[in-house]
């Protein structure tokens, strides 16, 4: 039988945590019911770029069947970002998400919330499944190590190309560990497709397409693309949210000379 988080707390909730009394100052009741039927959802709007980030958060939606508002300005990314700073003027980064009156960065933390209020164990492995740990890890790997490795990768090679391999984990290293997970397991998350497909899919592109890793070096990751880009959710996040194809890309690194092997490495 398959448990899933909501359920897990609802059996949490029957062993007694929801039905202490204040004066005991245990929480009260709404957490576990809260994650067992889906919460009441107030308006959500994305504020967005075109080609980033926040296209996952417009893909959630559209795989989940929500309703969303999309904020930004077609074929202008100054303008989406000055609409983007109107809301949040601290941090201004796509996704830029506001869930009622709360405004909200990291989409990771926006796909969790989402998912764990408004569509509890939707695009999530049960919670008693392997899967459920893998699929966090991922959901956190892609932004926690994937991303930032290839962003500080590129921003290094255009500075200054590098003439051996870092004996840190590297981009090449990052996306080689990708792979081979796809050579074993058909999604992110395992078995089914879930939400860290979600996550992935951003870095991985940013790393293949702005030739920061060679891209035909990596087959699986080329087929399991081809499979997300297949899902109708996608296609209609890619008609609302990228209408006129990538805009503003960042140019991709010349063909790059051979980089020493990293020590003790071929
Ligand atoms: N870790 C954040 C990263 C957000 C982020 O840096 N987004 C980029 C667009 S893909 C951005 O808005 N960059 C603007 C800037 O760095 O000034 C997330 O996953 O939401």
């Not at 994650?35 to 959630?60: D, F």
């Not at 008693?128 to 699929?135: I, P």
């Not at 891209?215 to 008609?239: D, G, H, Q, S, V």
């Not at 140019?251 to 020493?260: D, E, G, I």
Request: a neutral charge; aromatic letters at 8%; glycine letters at 6%.
């Amino acid at each position: 039988m398959k448990l899933h988080l909501g359920v897990a707390l609802a059996a949490l909730a029957l062993a007694g945590c929801s039905s202490m009394s204040a004066t005991q100052g245990a929480p009260e009741t709404t957490v576990a019911t809260a994650v067992l039927r889906p919460m009441e959802m107030p308006p959500i709007t994305i504020y967005h770029l075109e080609g980033r980030r926040s296209e996952r958060i417009v893909w959630l939606m559209e795989e989940l069947n929500l309703p969303y508002t999309l904020v930004f300005k077609r074929g202008d990314l100054a303008g989406s970002m000055a609409e983007i700073r109107k809301v949040n003027p601290g941090m201004p980064v796509a996704p830029t998400v506001t869930i009622g009156d709360q405004v909200m960065t990291e989409s990771g933390a926006i796909i969790e919330t989402i998912i764990n209020r408004y569509a509890p164990g939707k695009l999530t492995p049960a919670i008693n499944t392997s899967d459920y740990a893998d699929h966090l890890i991922w959901m956190h790997h892609a932004e926690g190590s994937l991303a930032g490795r290839v962003i500080a990768d590129y921003r290094v090679w255009m500075i200054k190309p590098p003439t051996t391999r870092s004996p840190l984990v590297d981009s090449d290293a990052e996306v080689q560990f990708a792979e081979d997970w796809l050579a074993k397991h058909p999604y992110f998350g395992g078995a089914e497709f879930s939400a860290a497909d979600i996550m992935m899919v951003f870095p991985l592109n940013f790393a293949m397409k702005l030739n920061i890793v060679d891209e035909t070096k990596y087959p699986k990751i080329n087929a399991w693309k081809a499979r997300m880009e297949e899902r109708p959710a996608y296609k209609r996040m890619l008609a609302k949210a990228r209408p006129d194809g990538l805009i503003g890309s960042p140019p991709a690194l010349p063909a790059r000379p051979p980089v020493a092997p990293r020590p003790g490495q071929q």
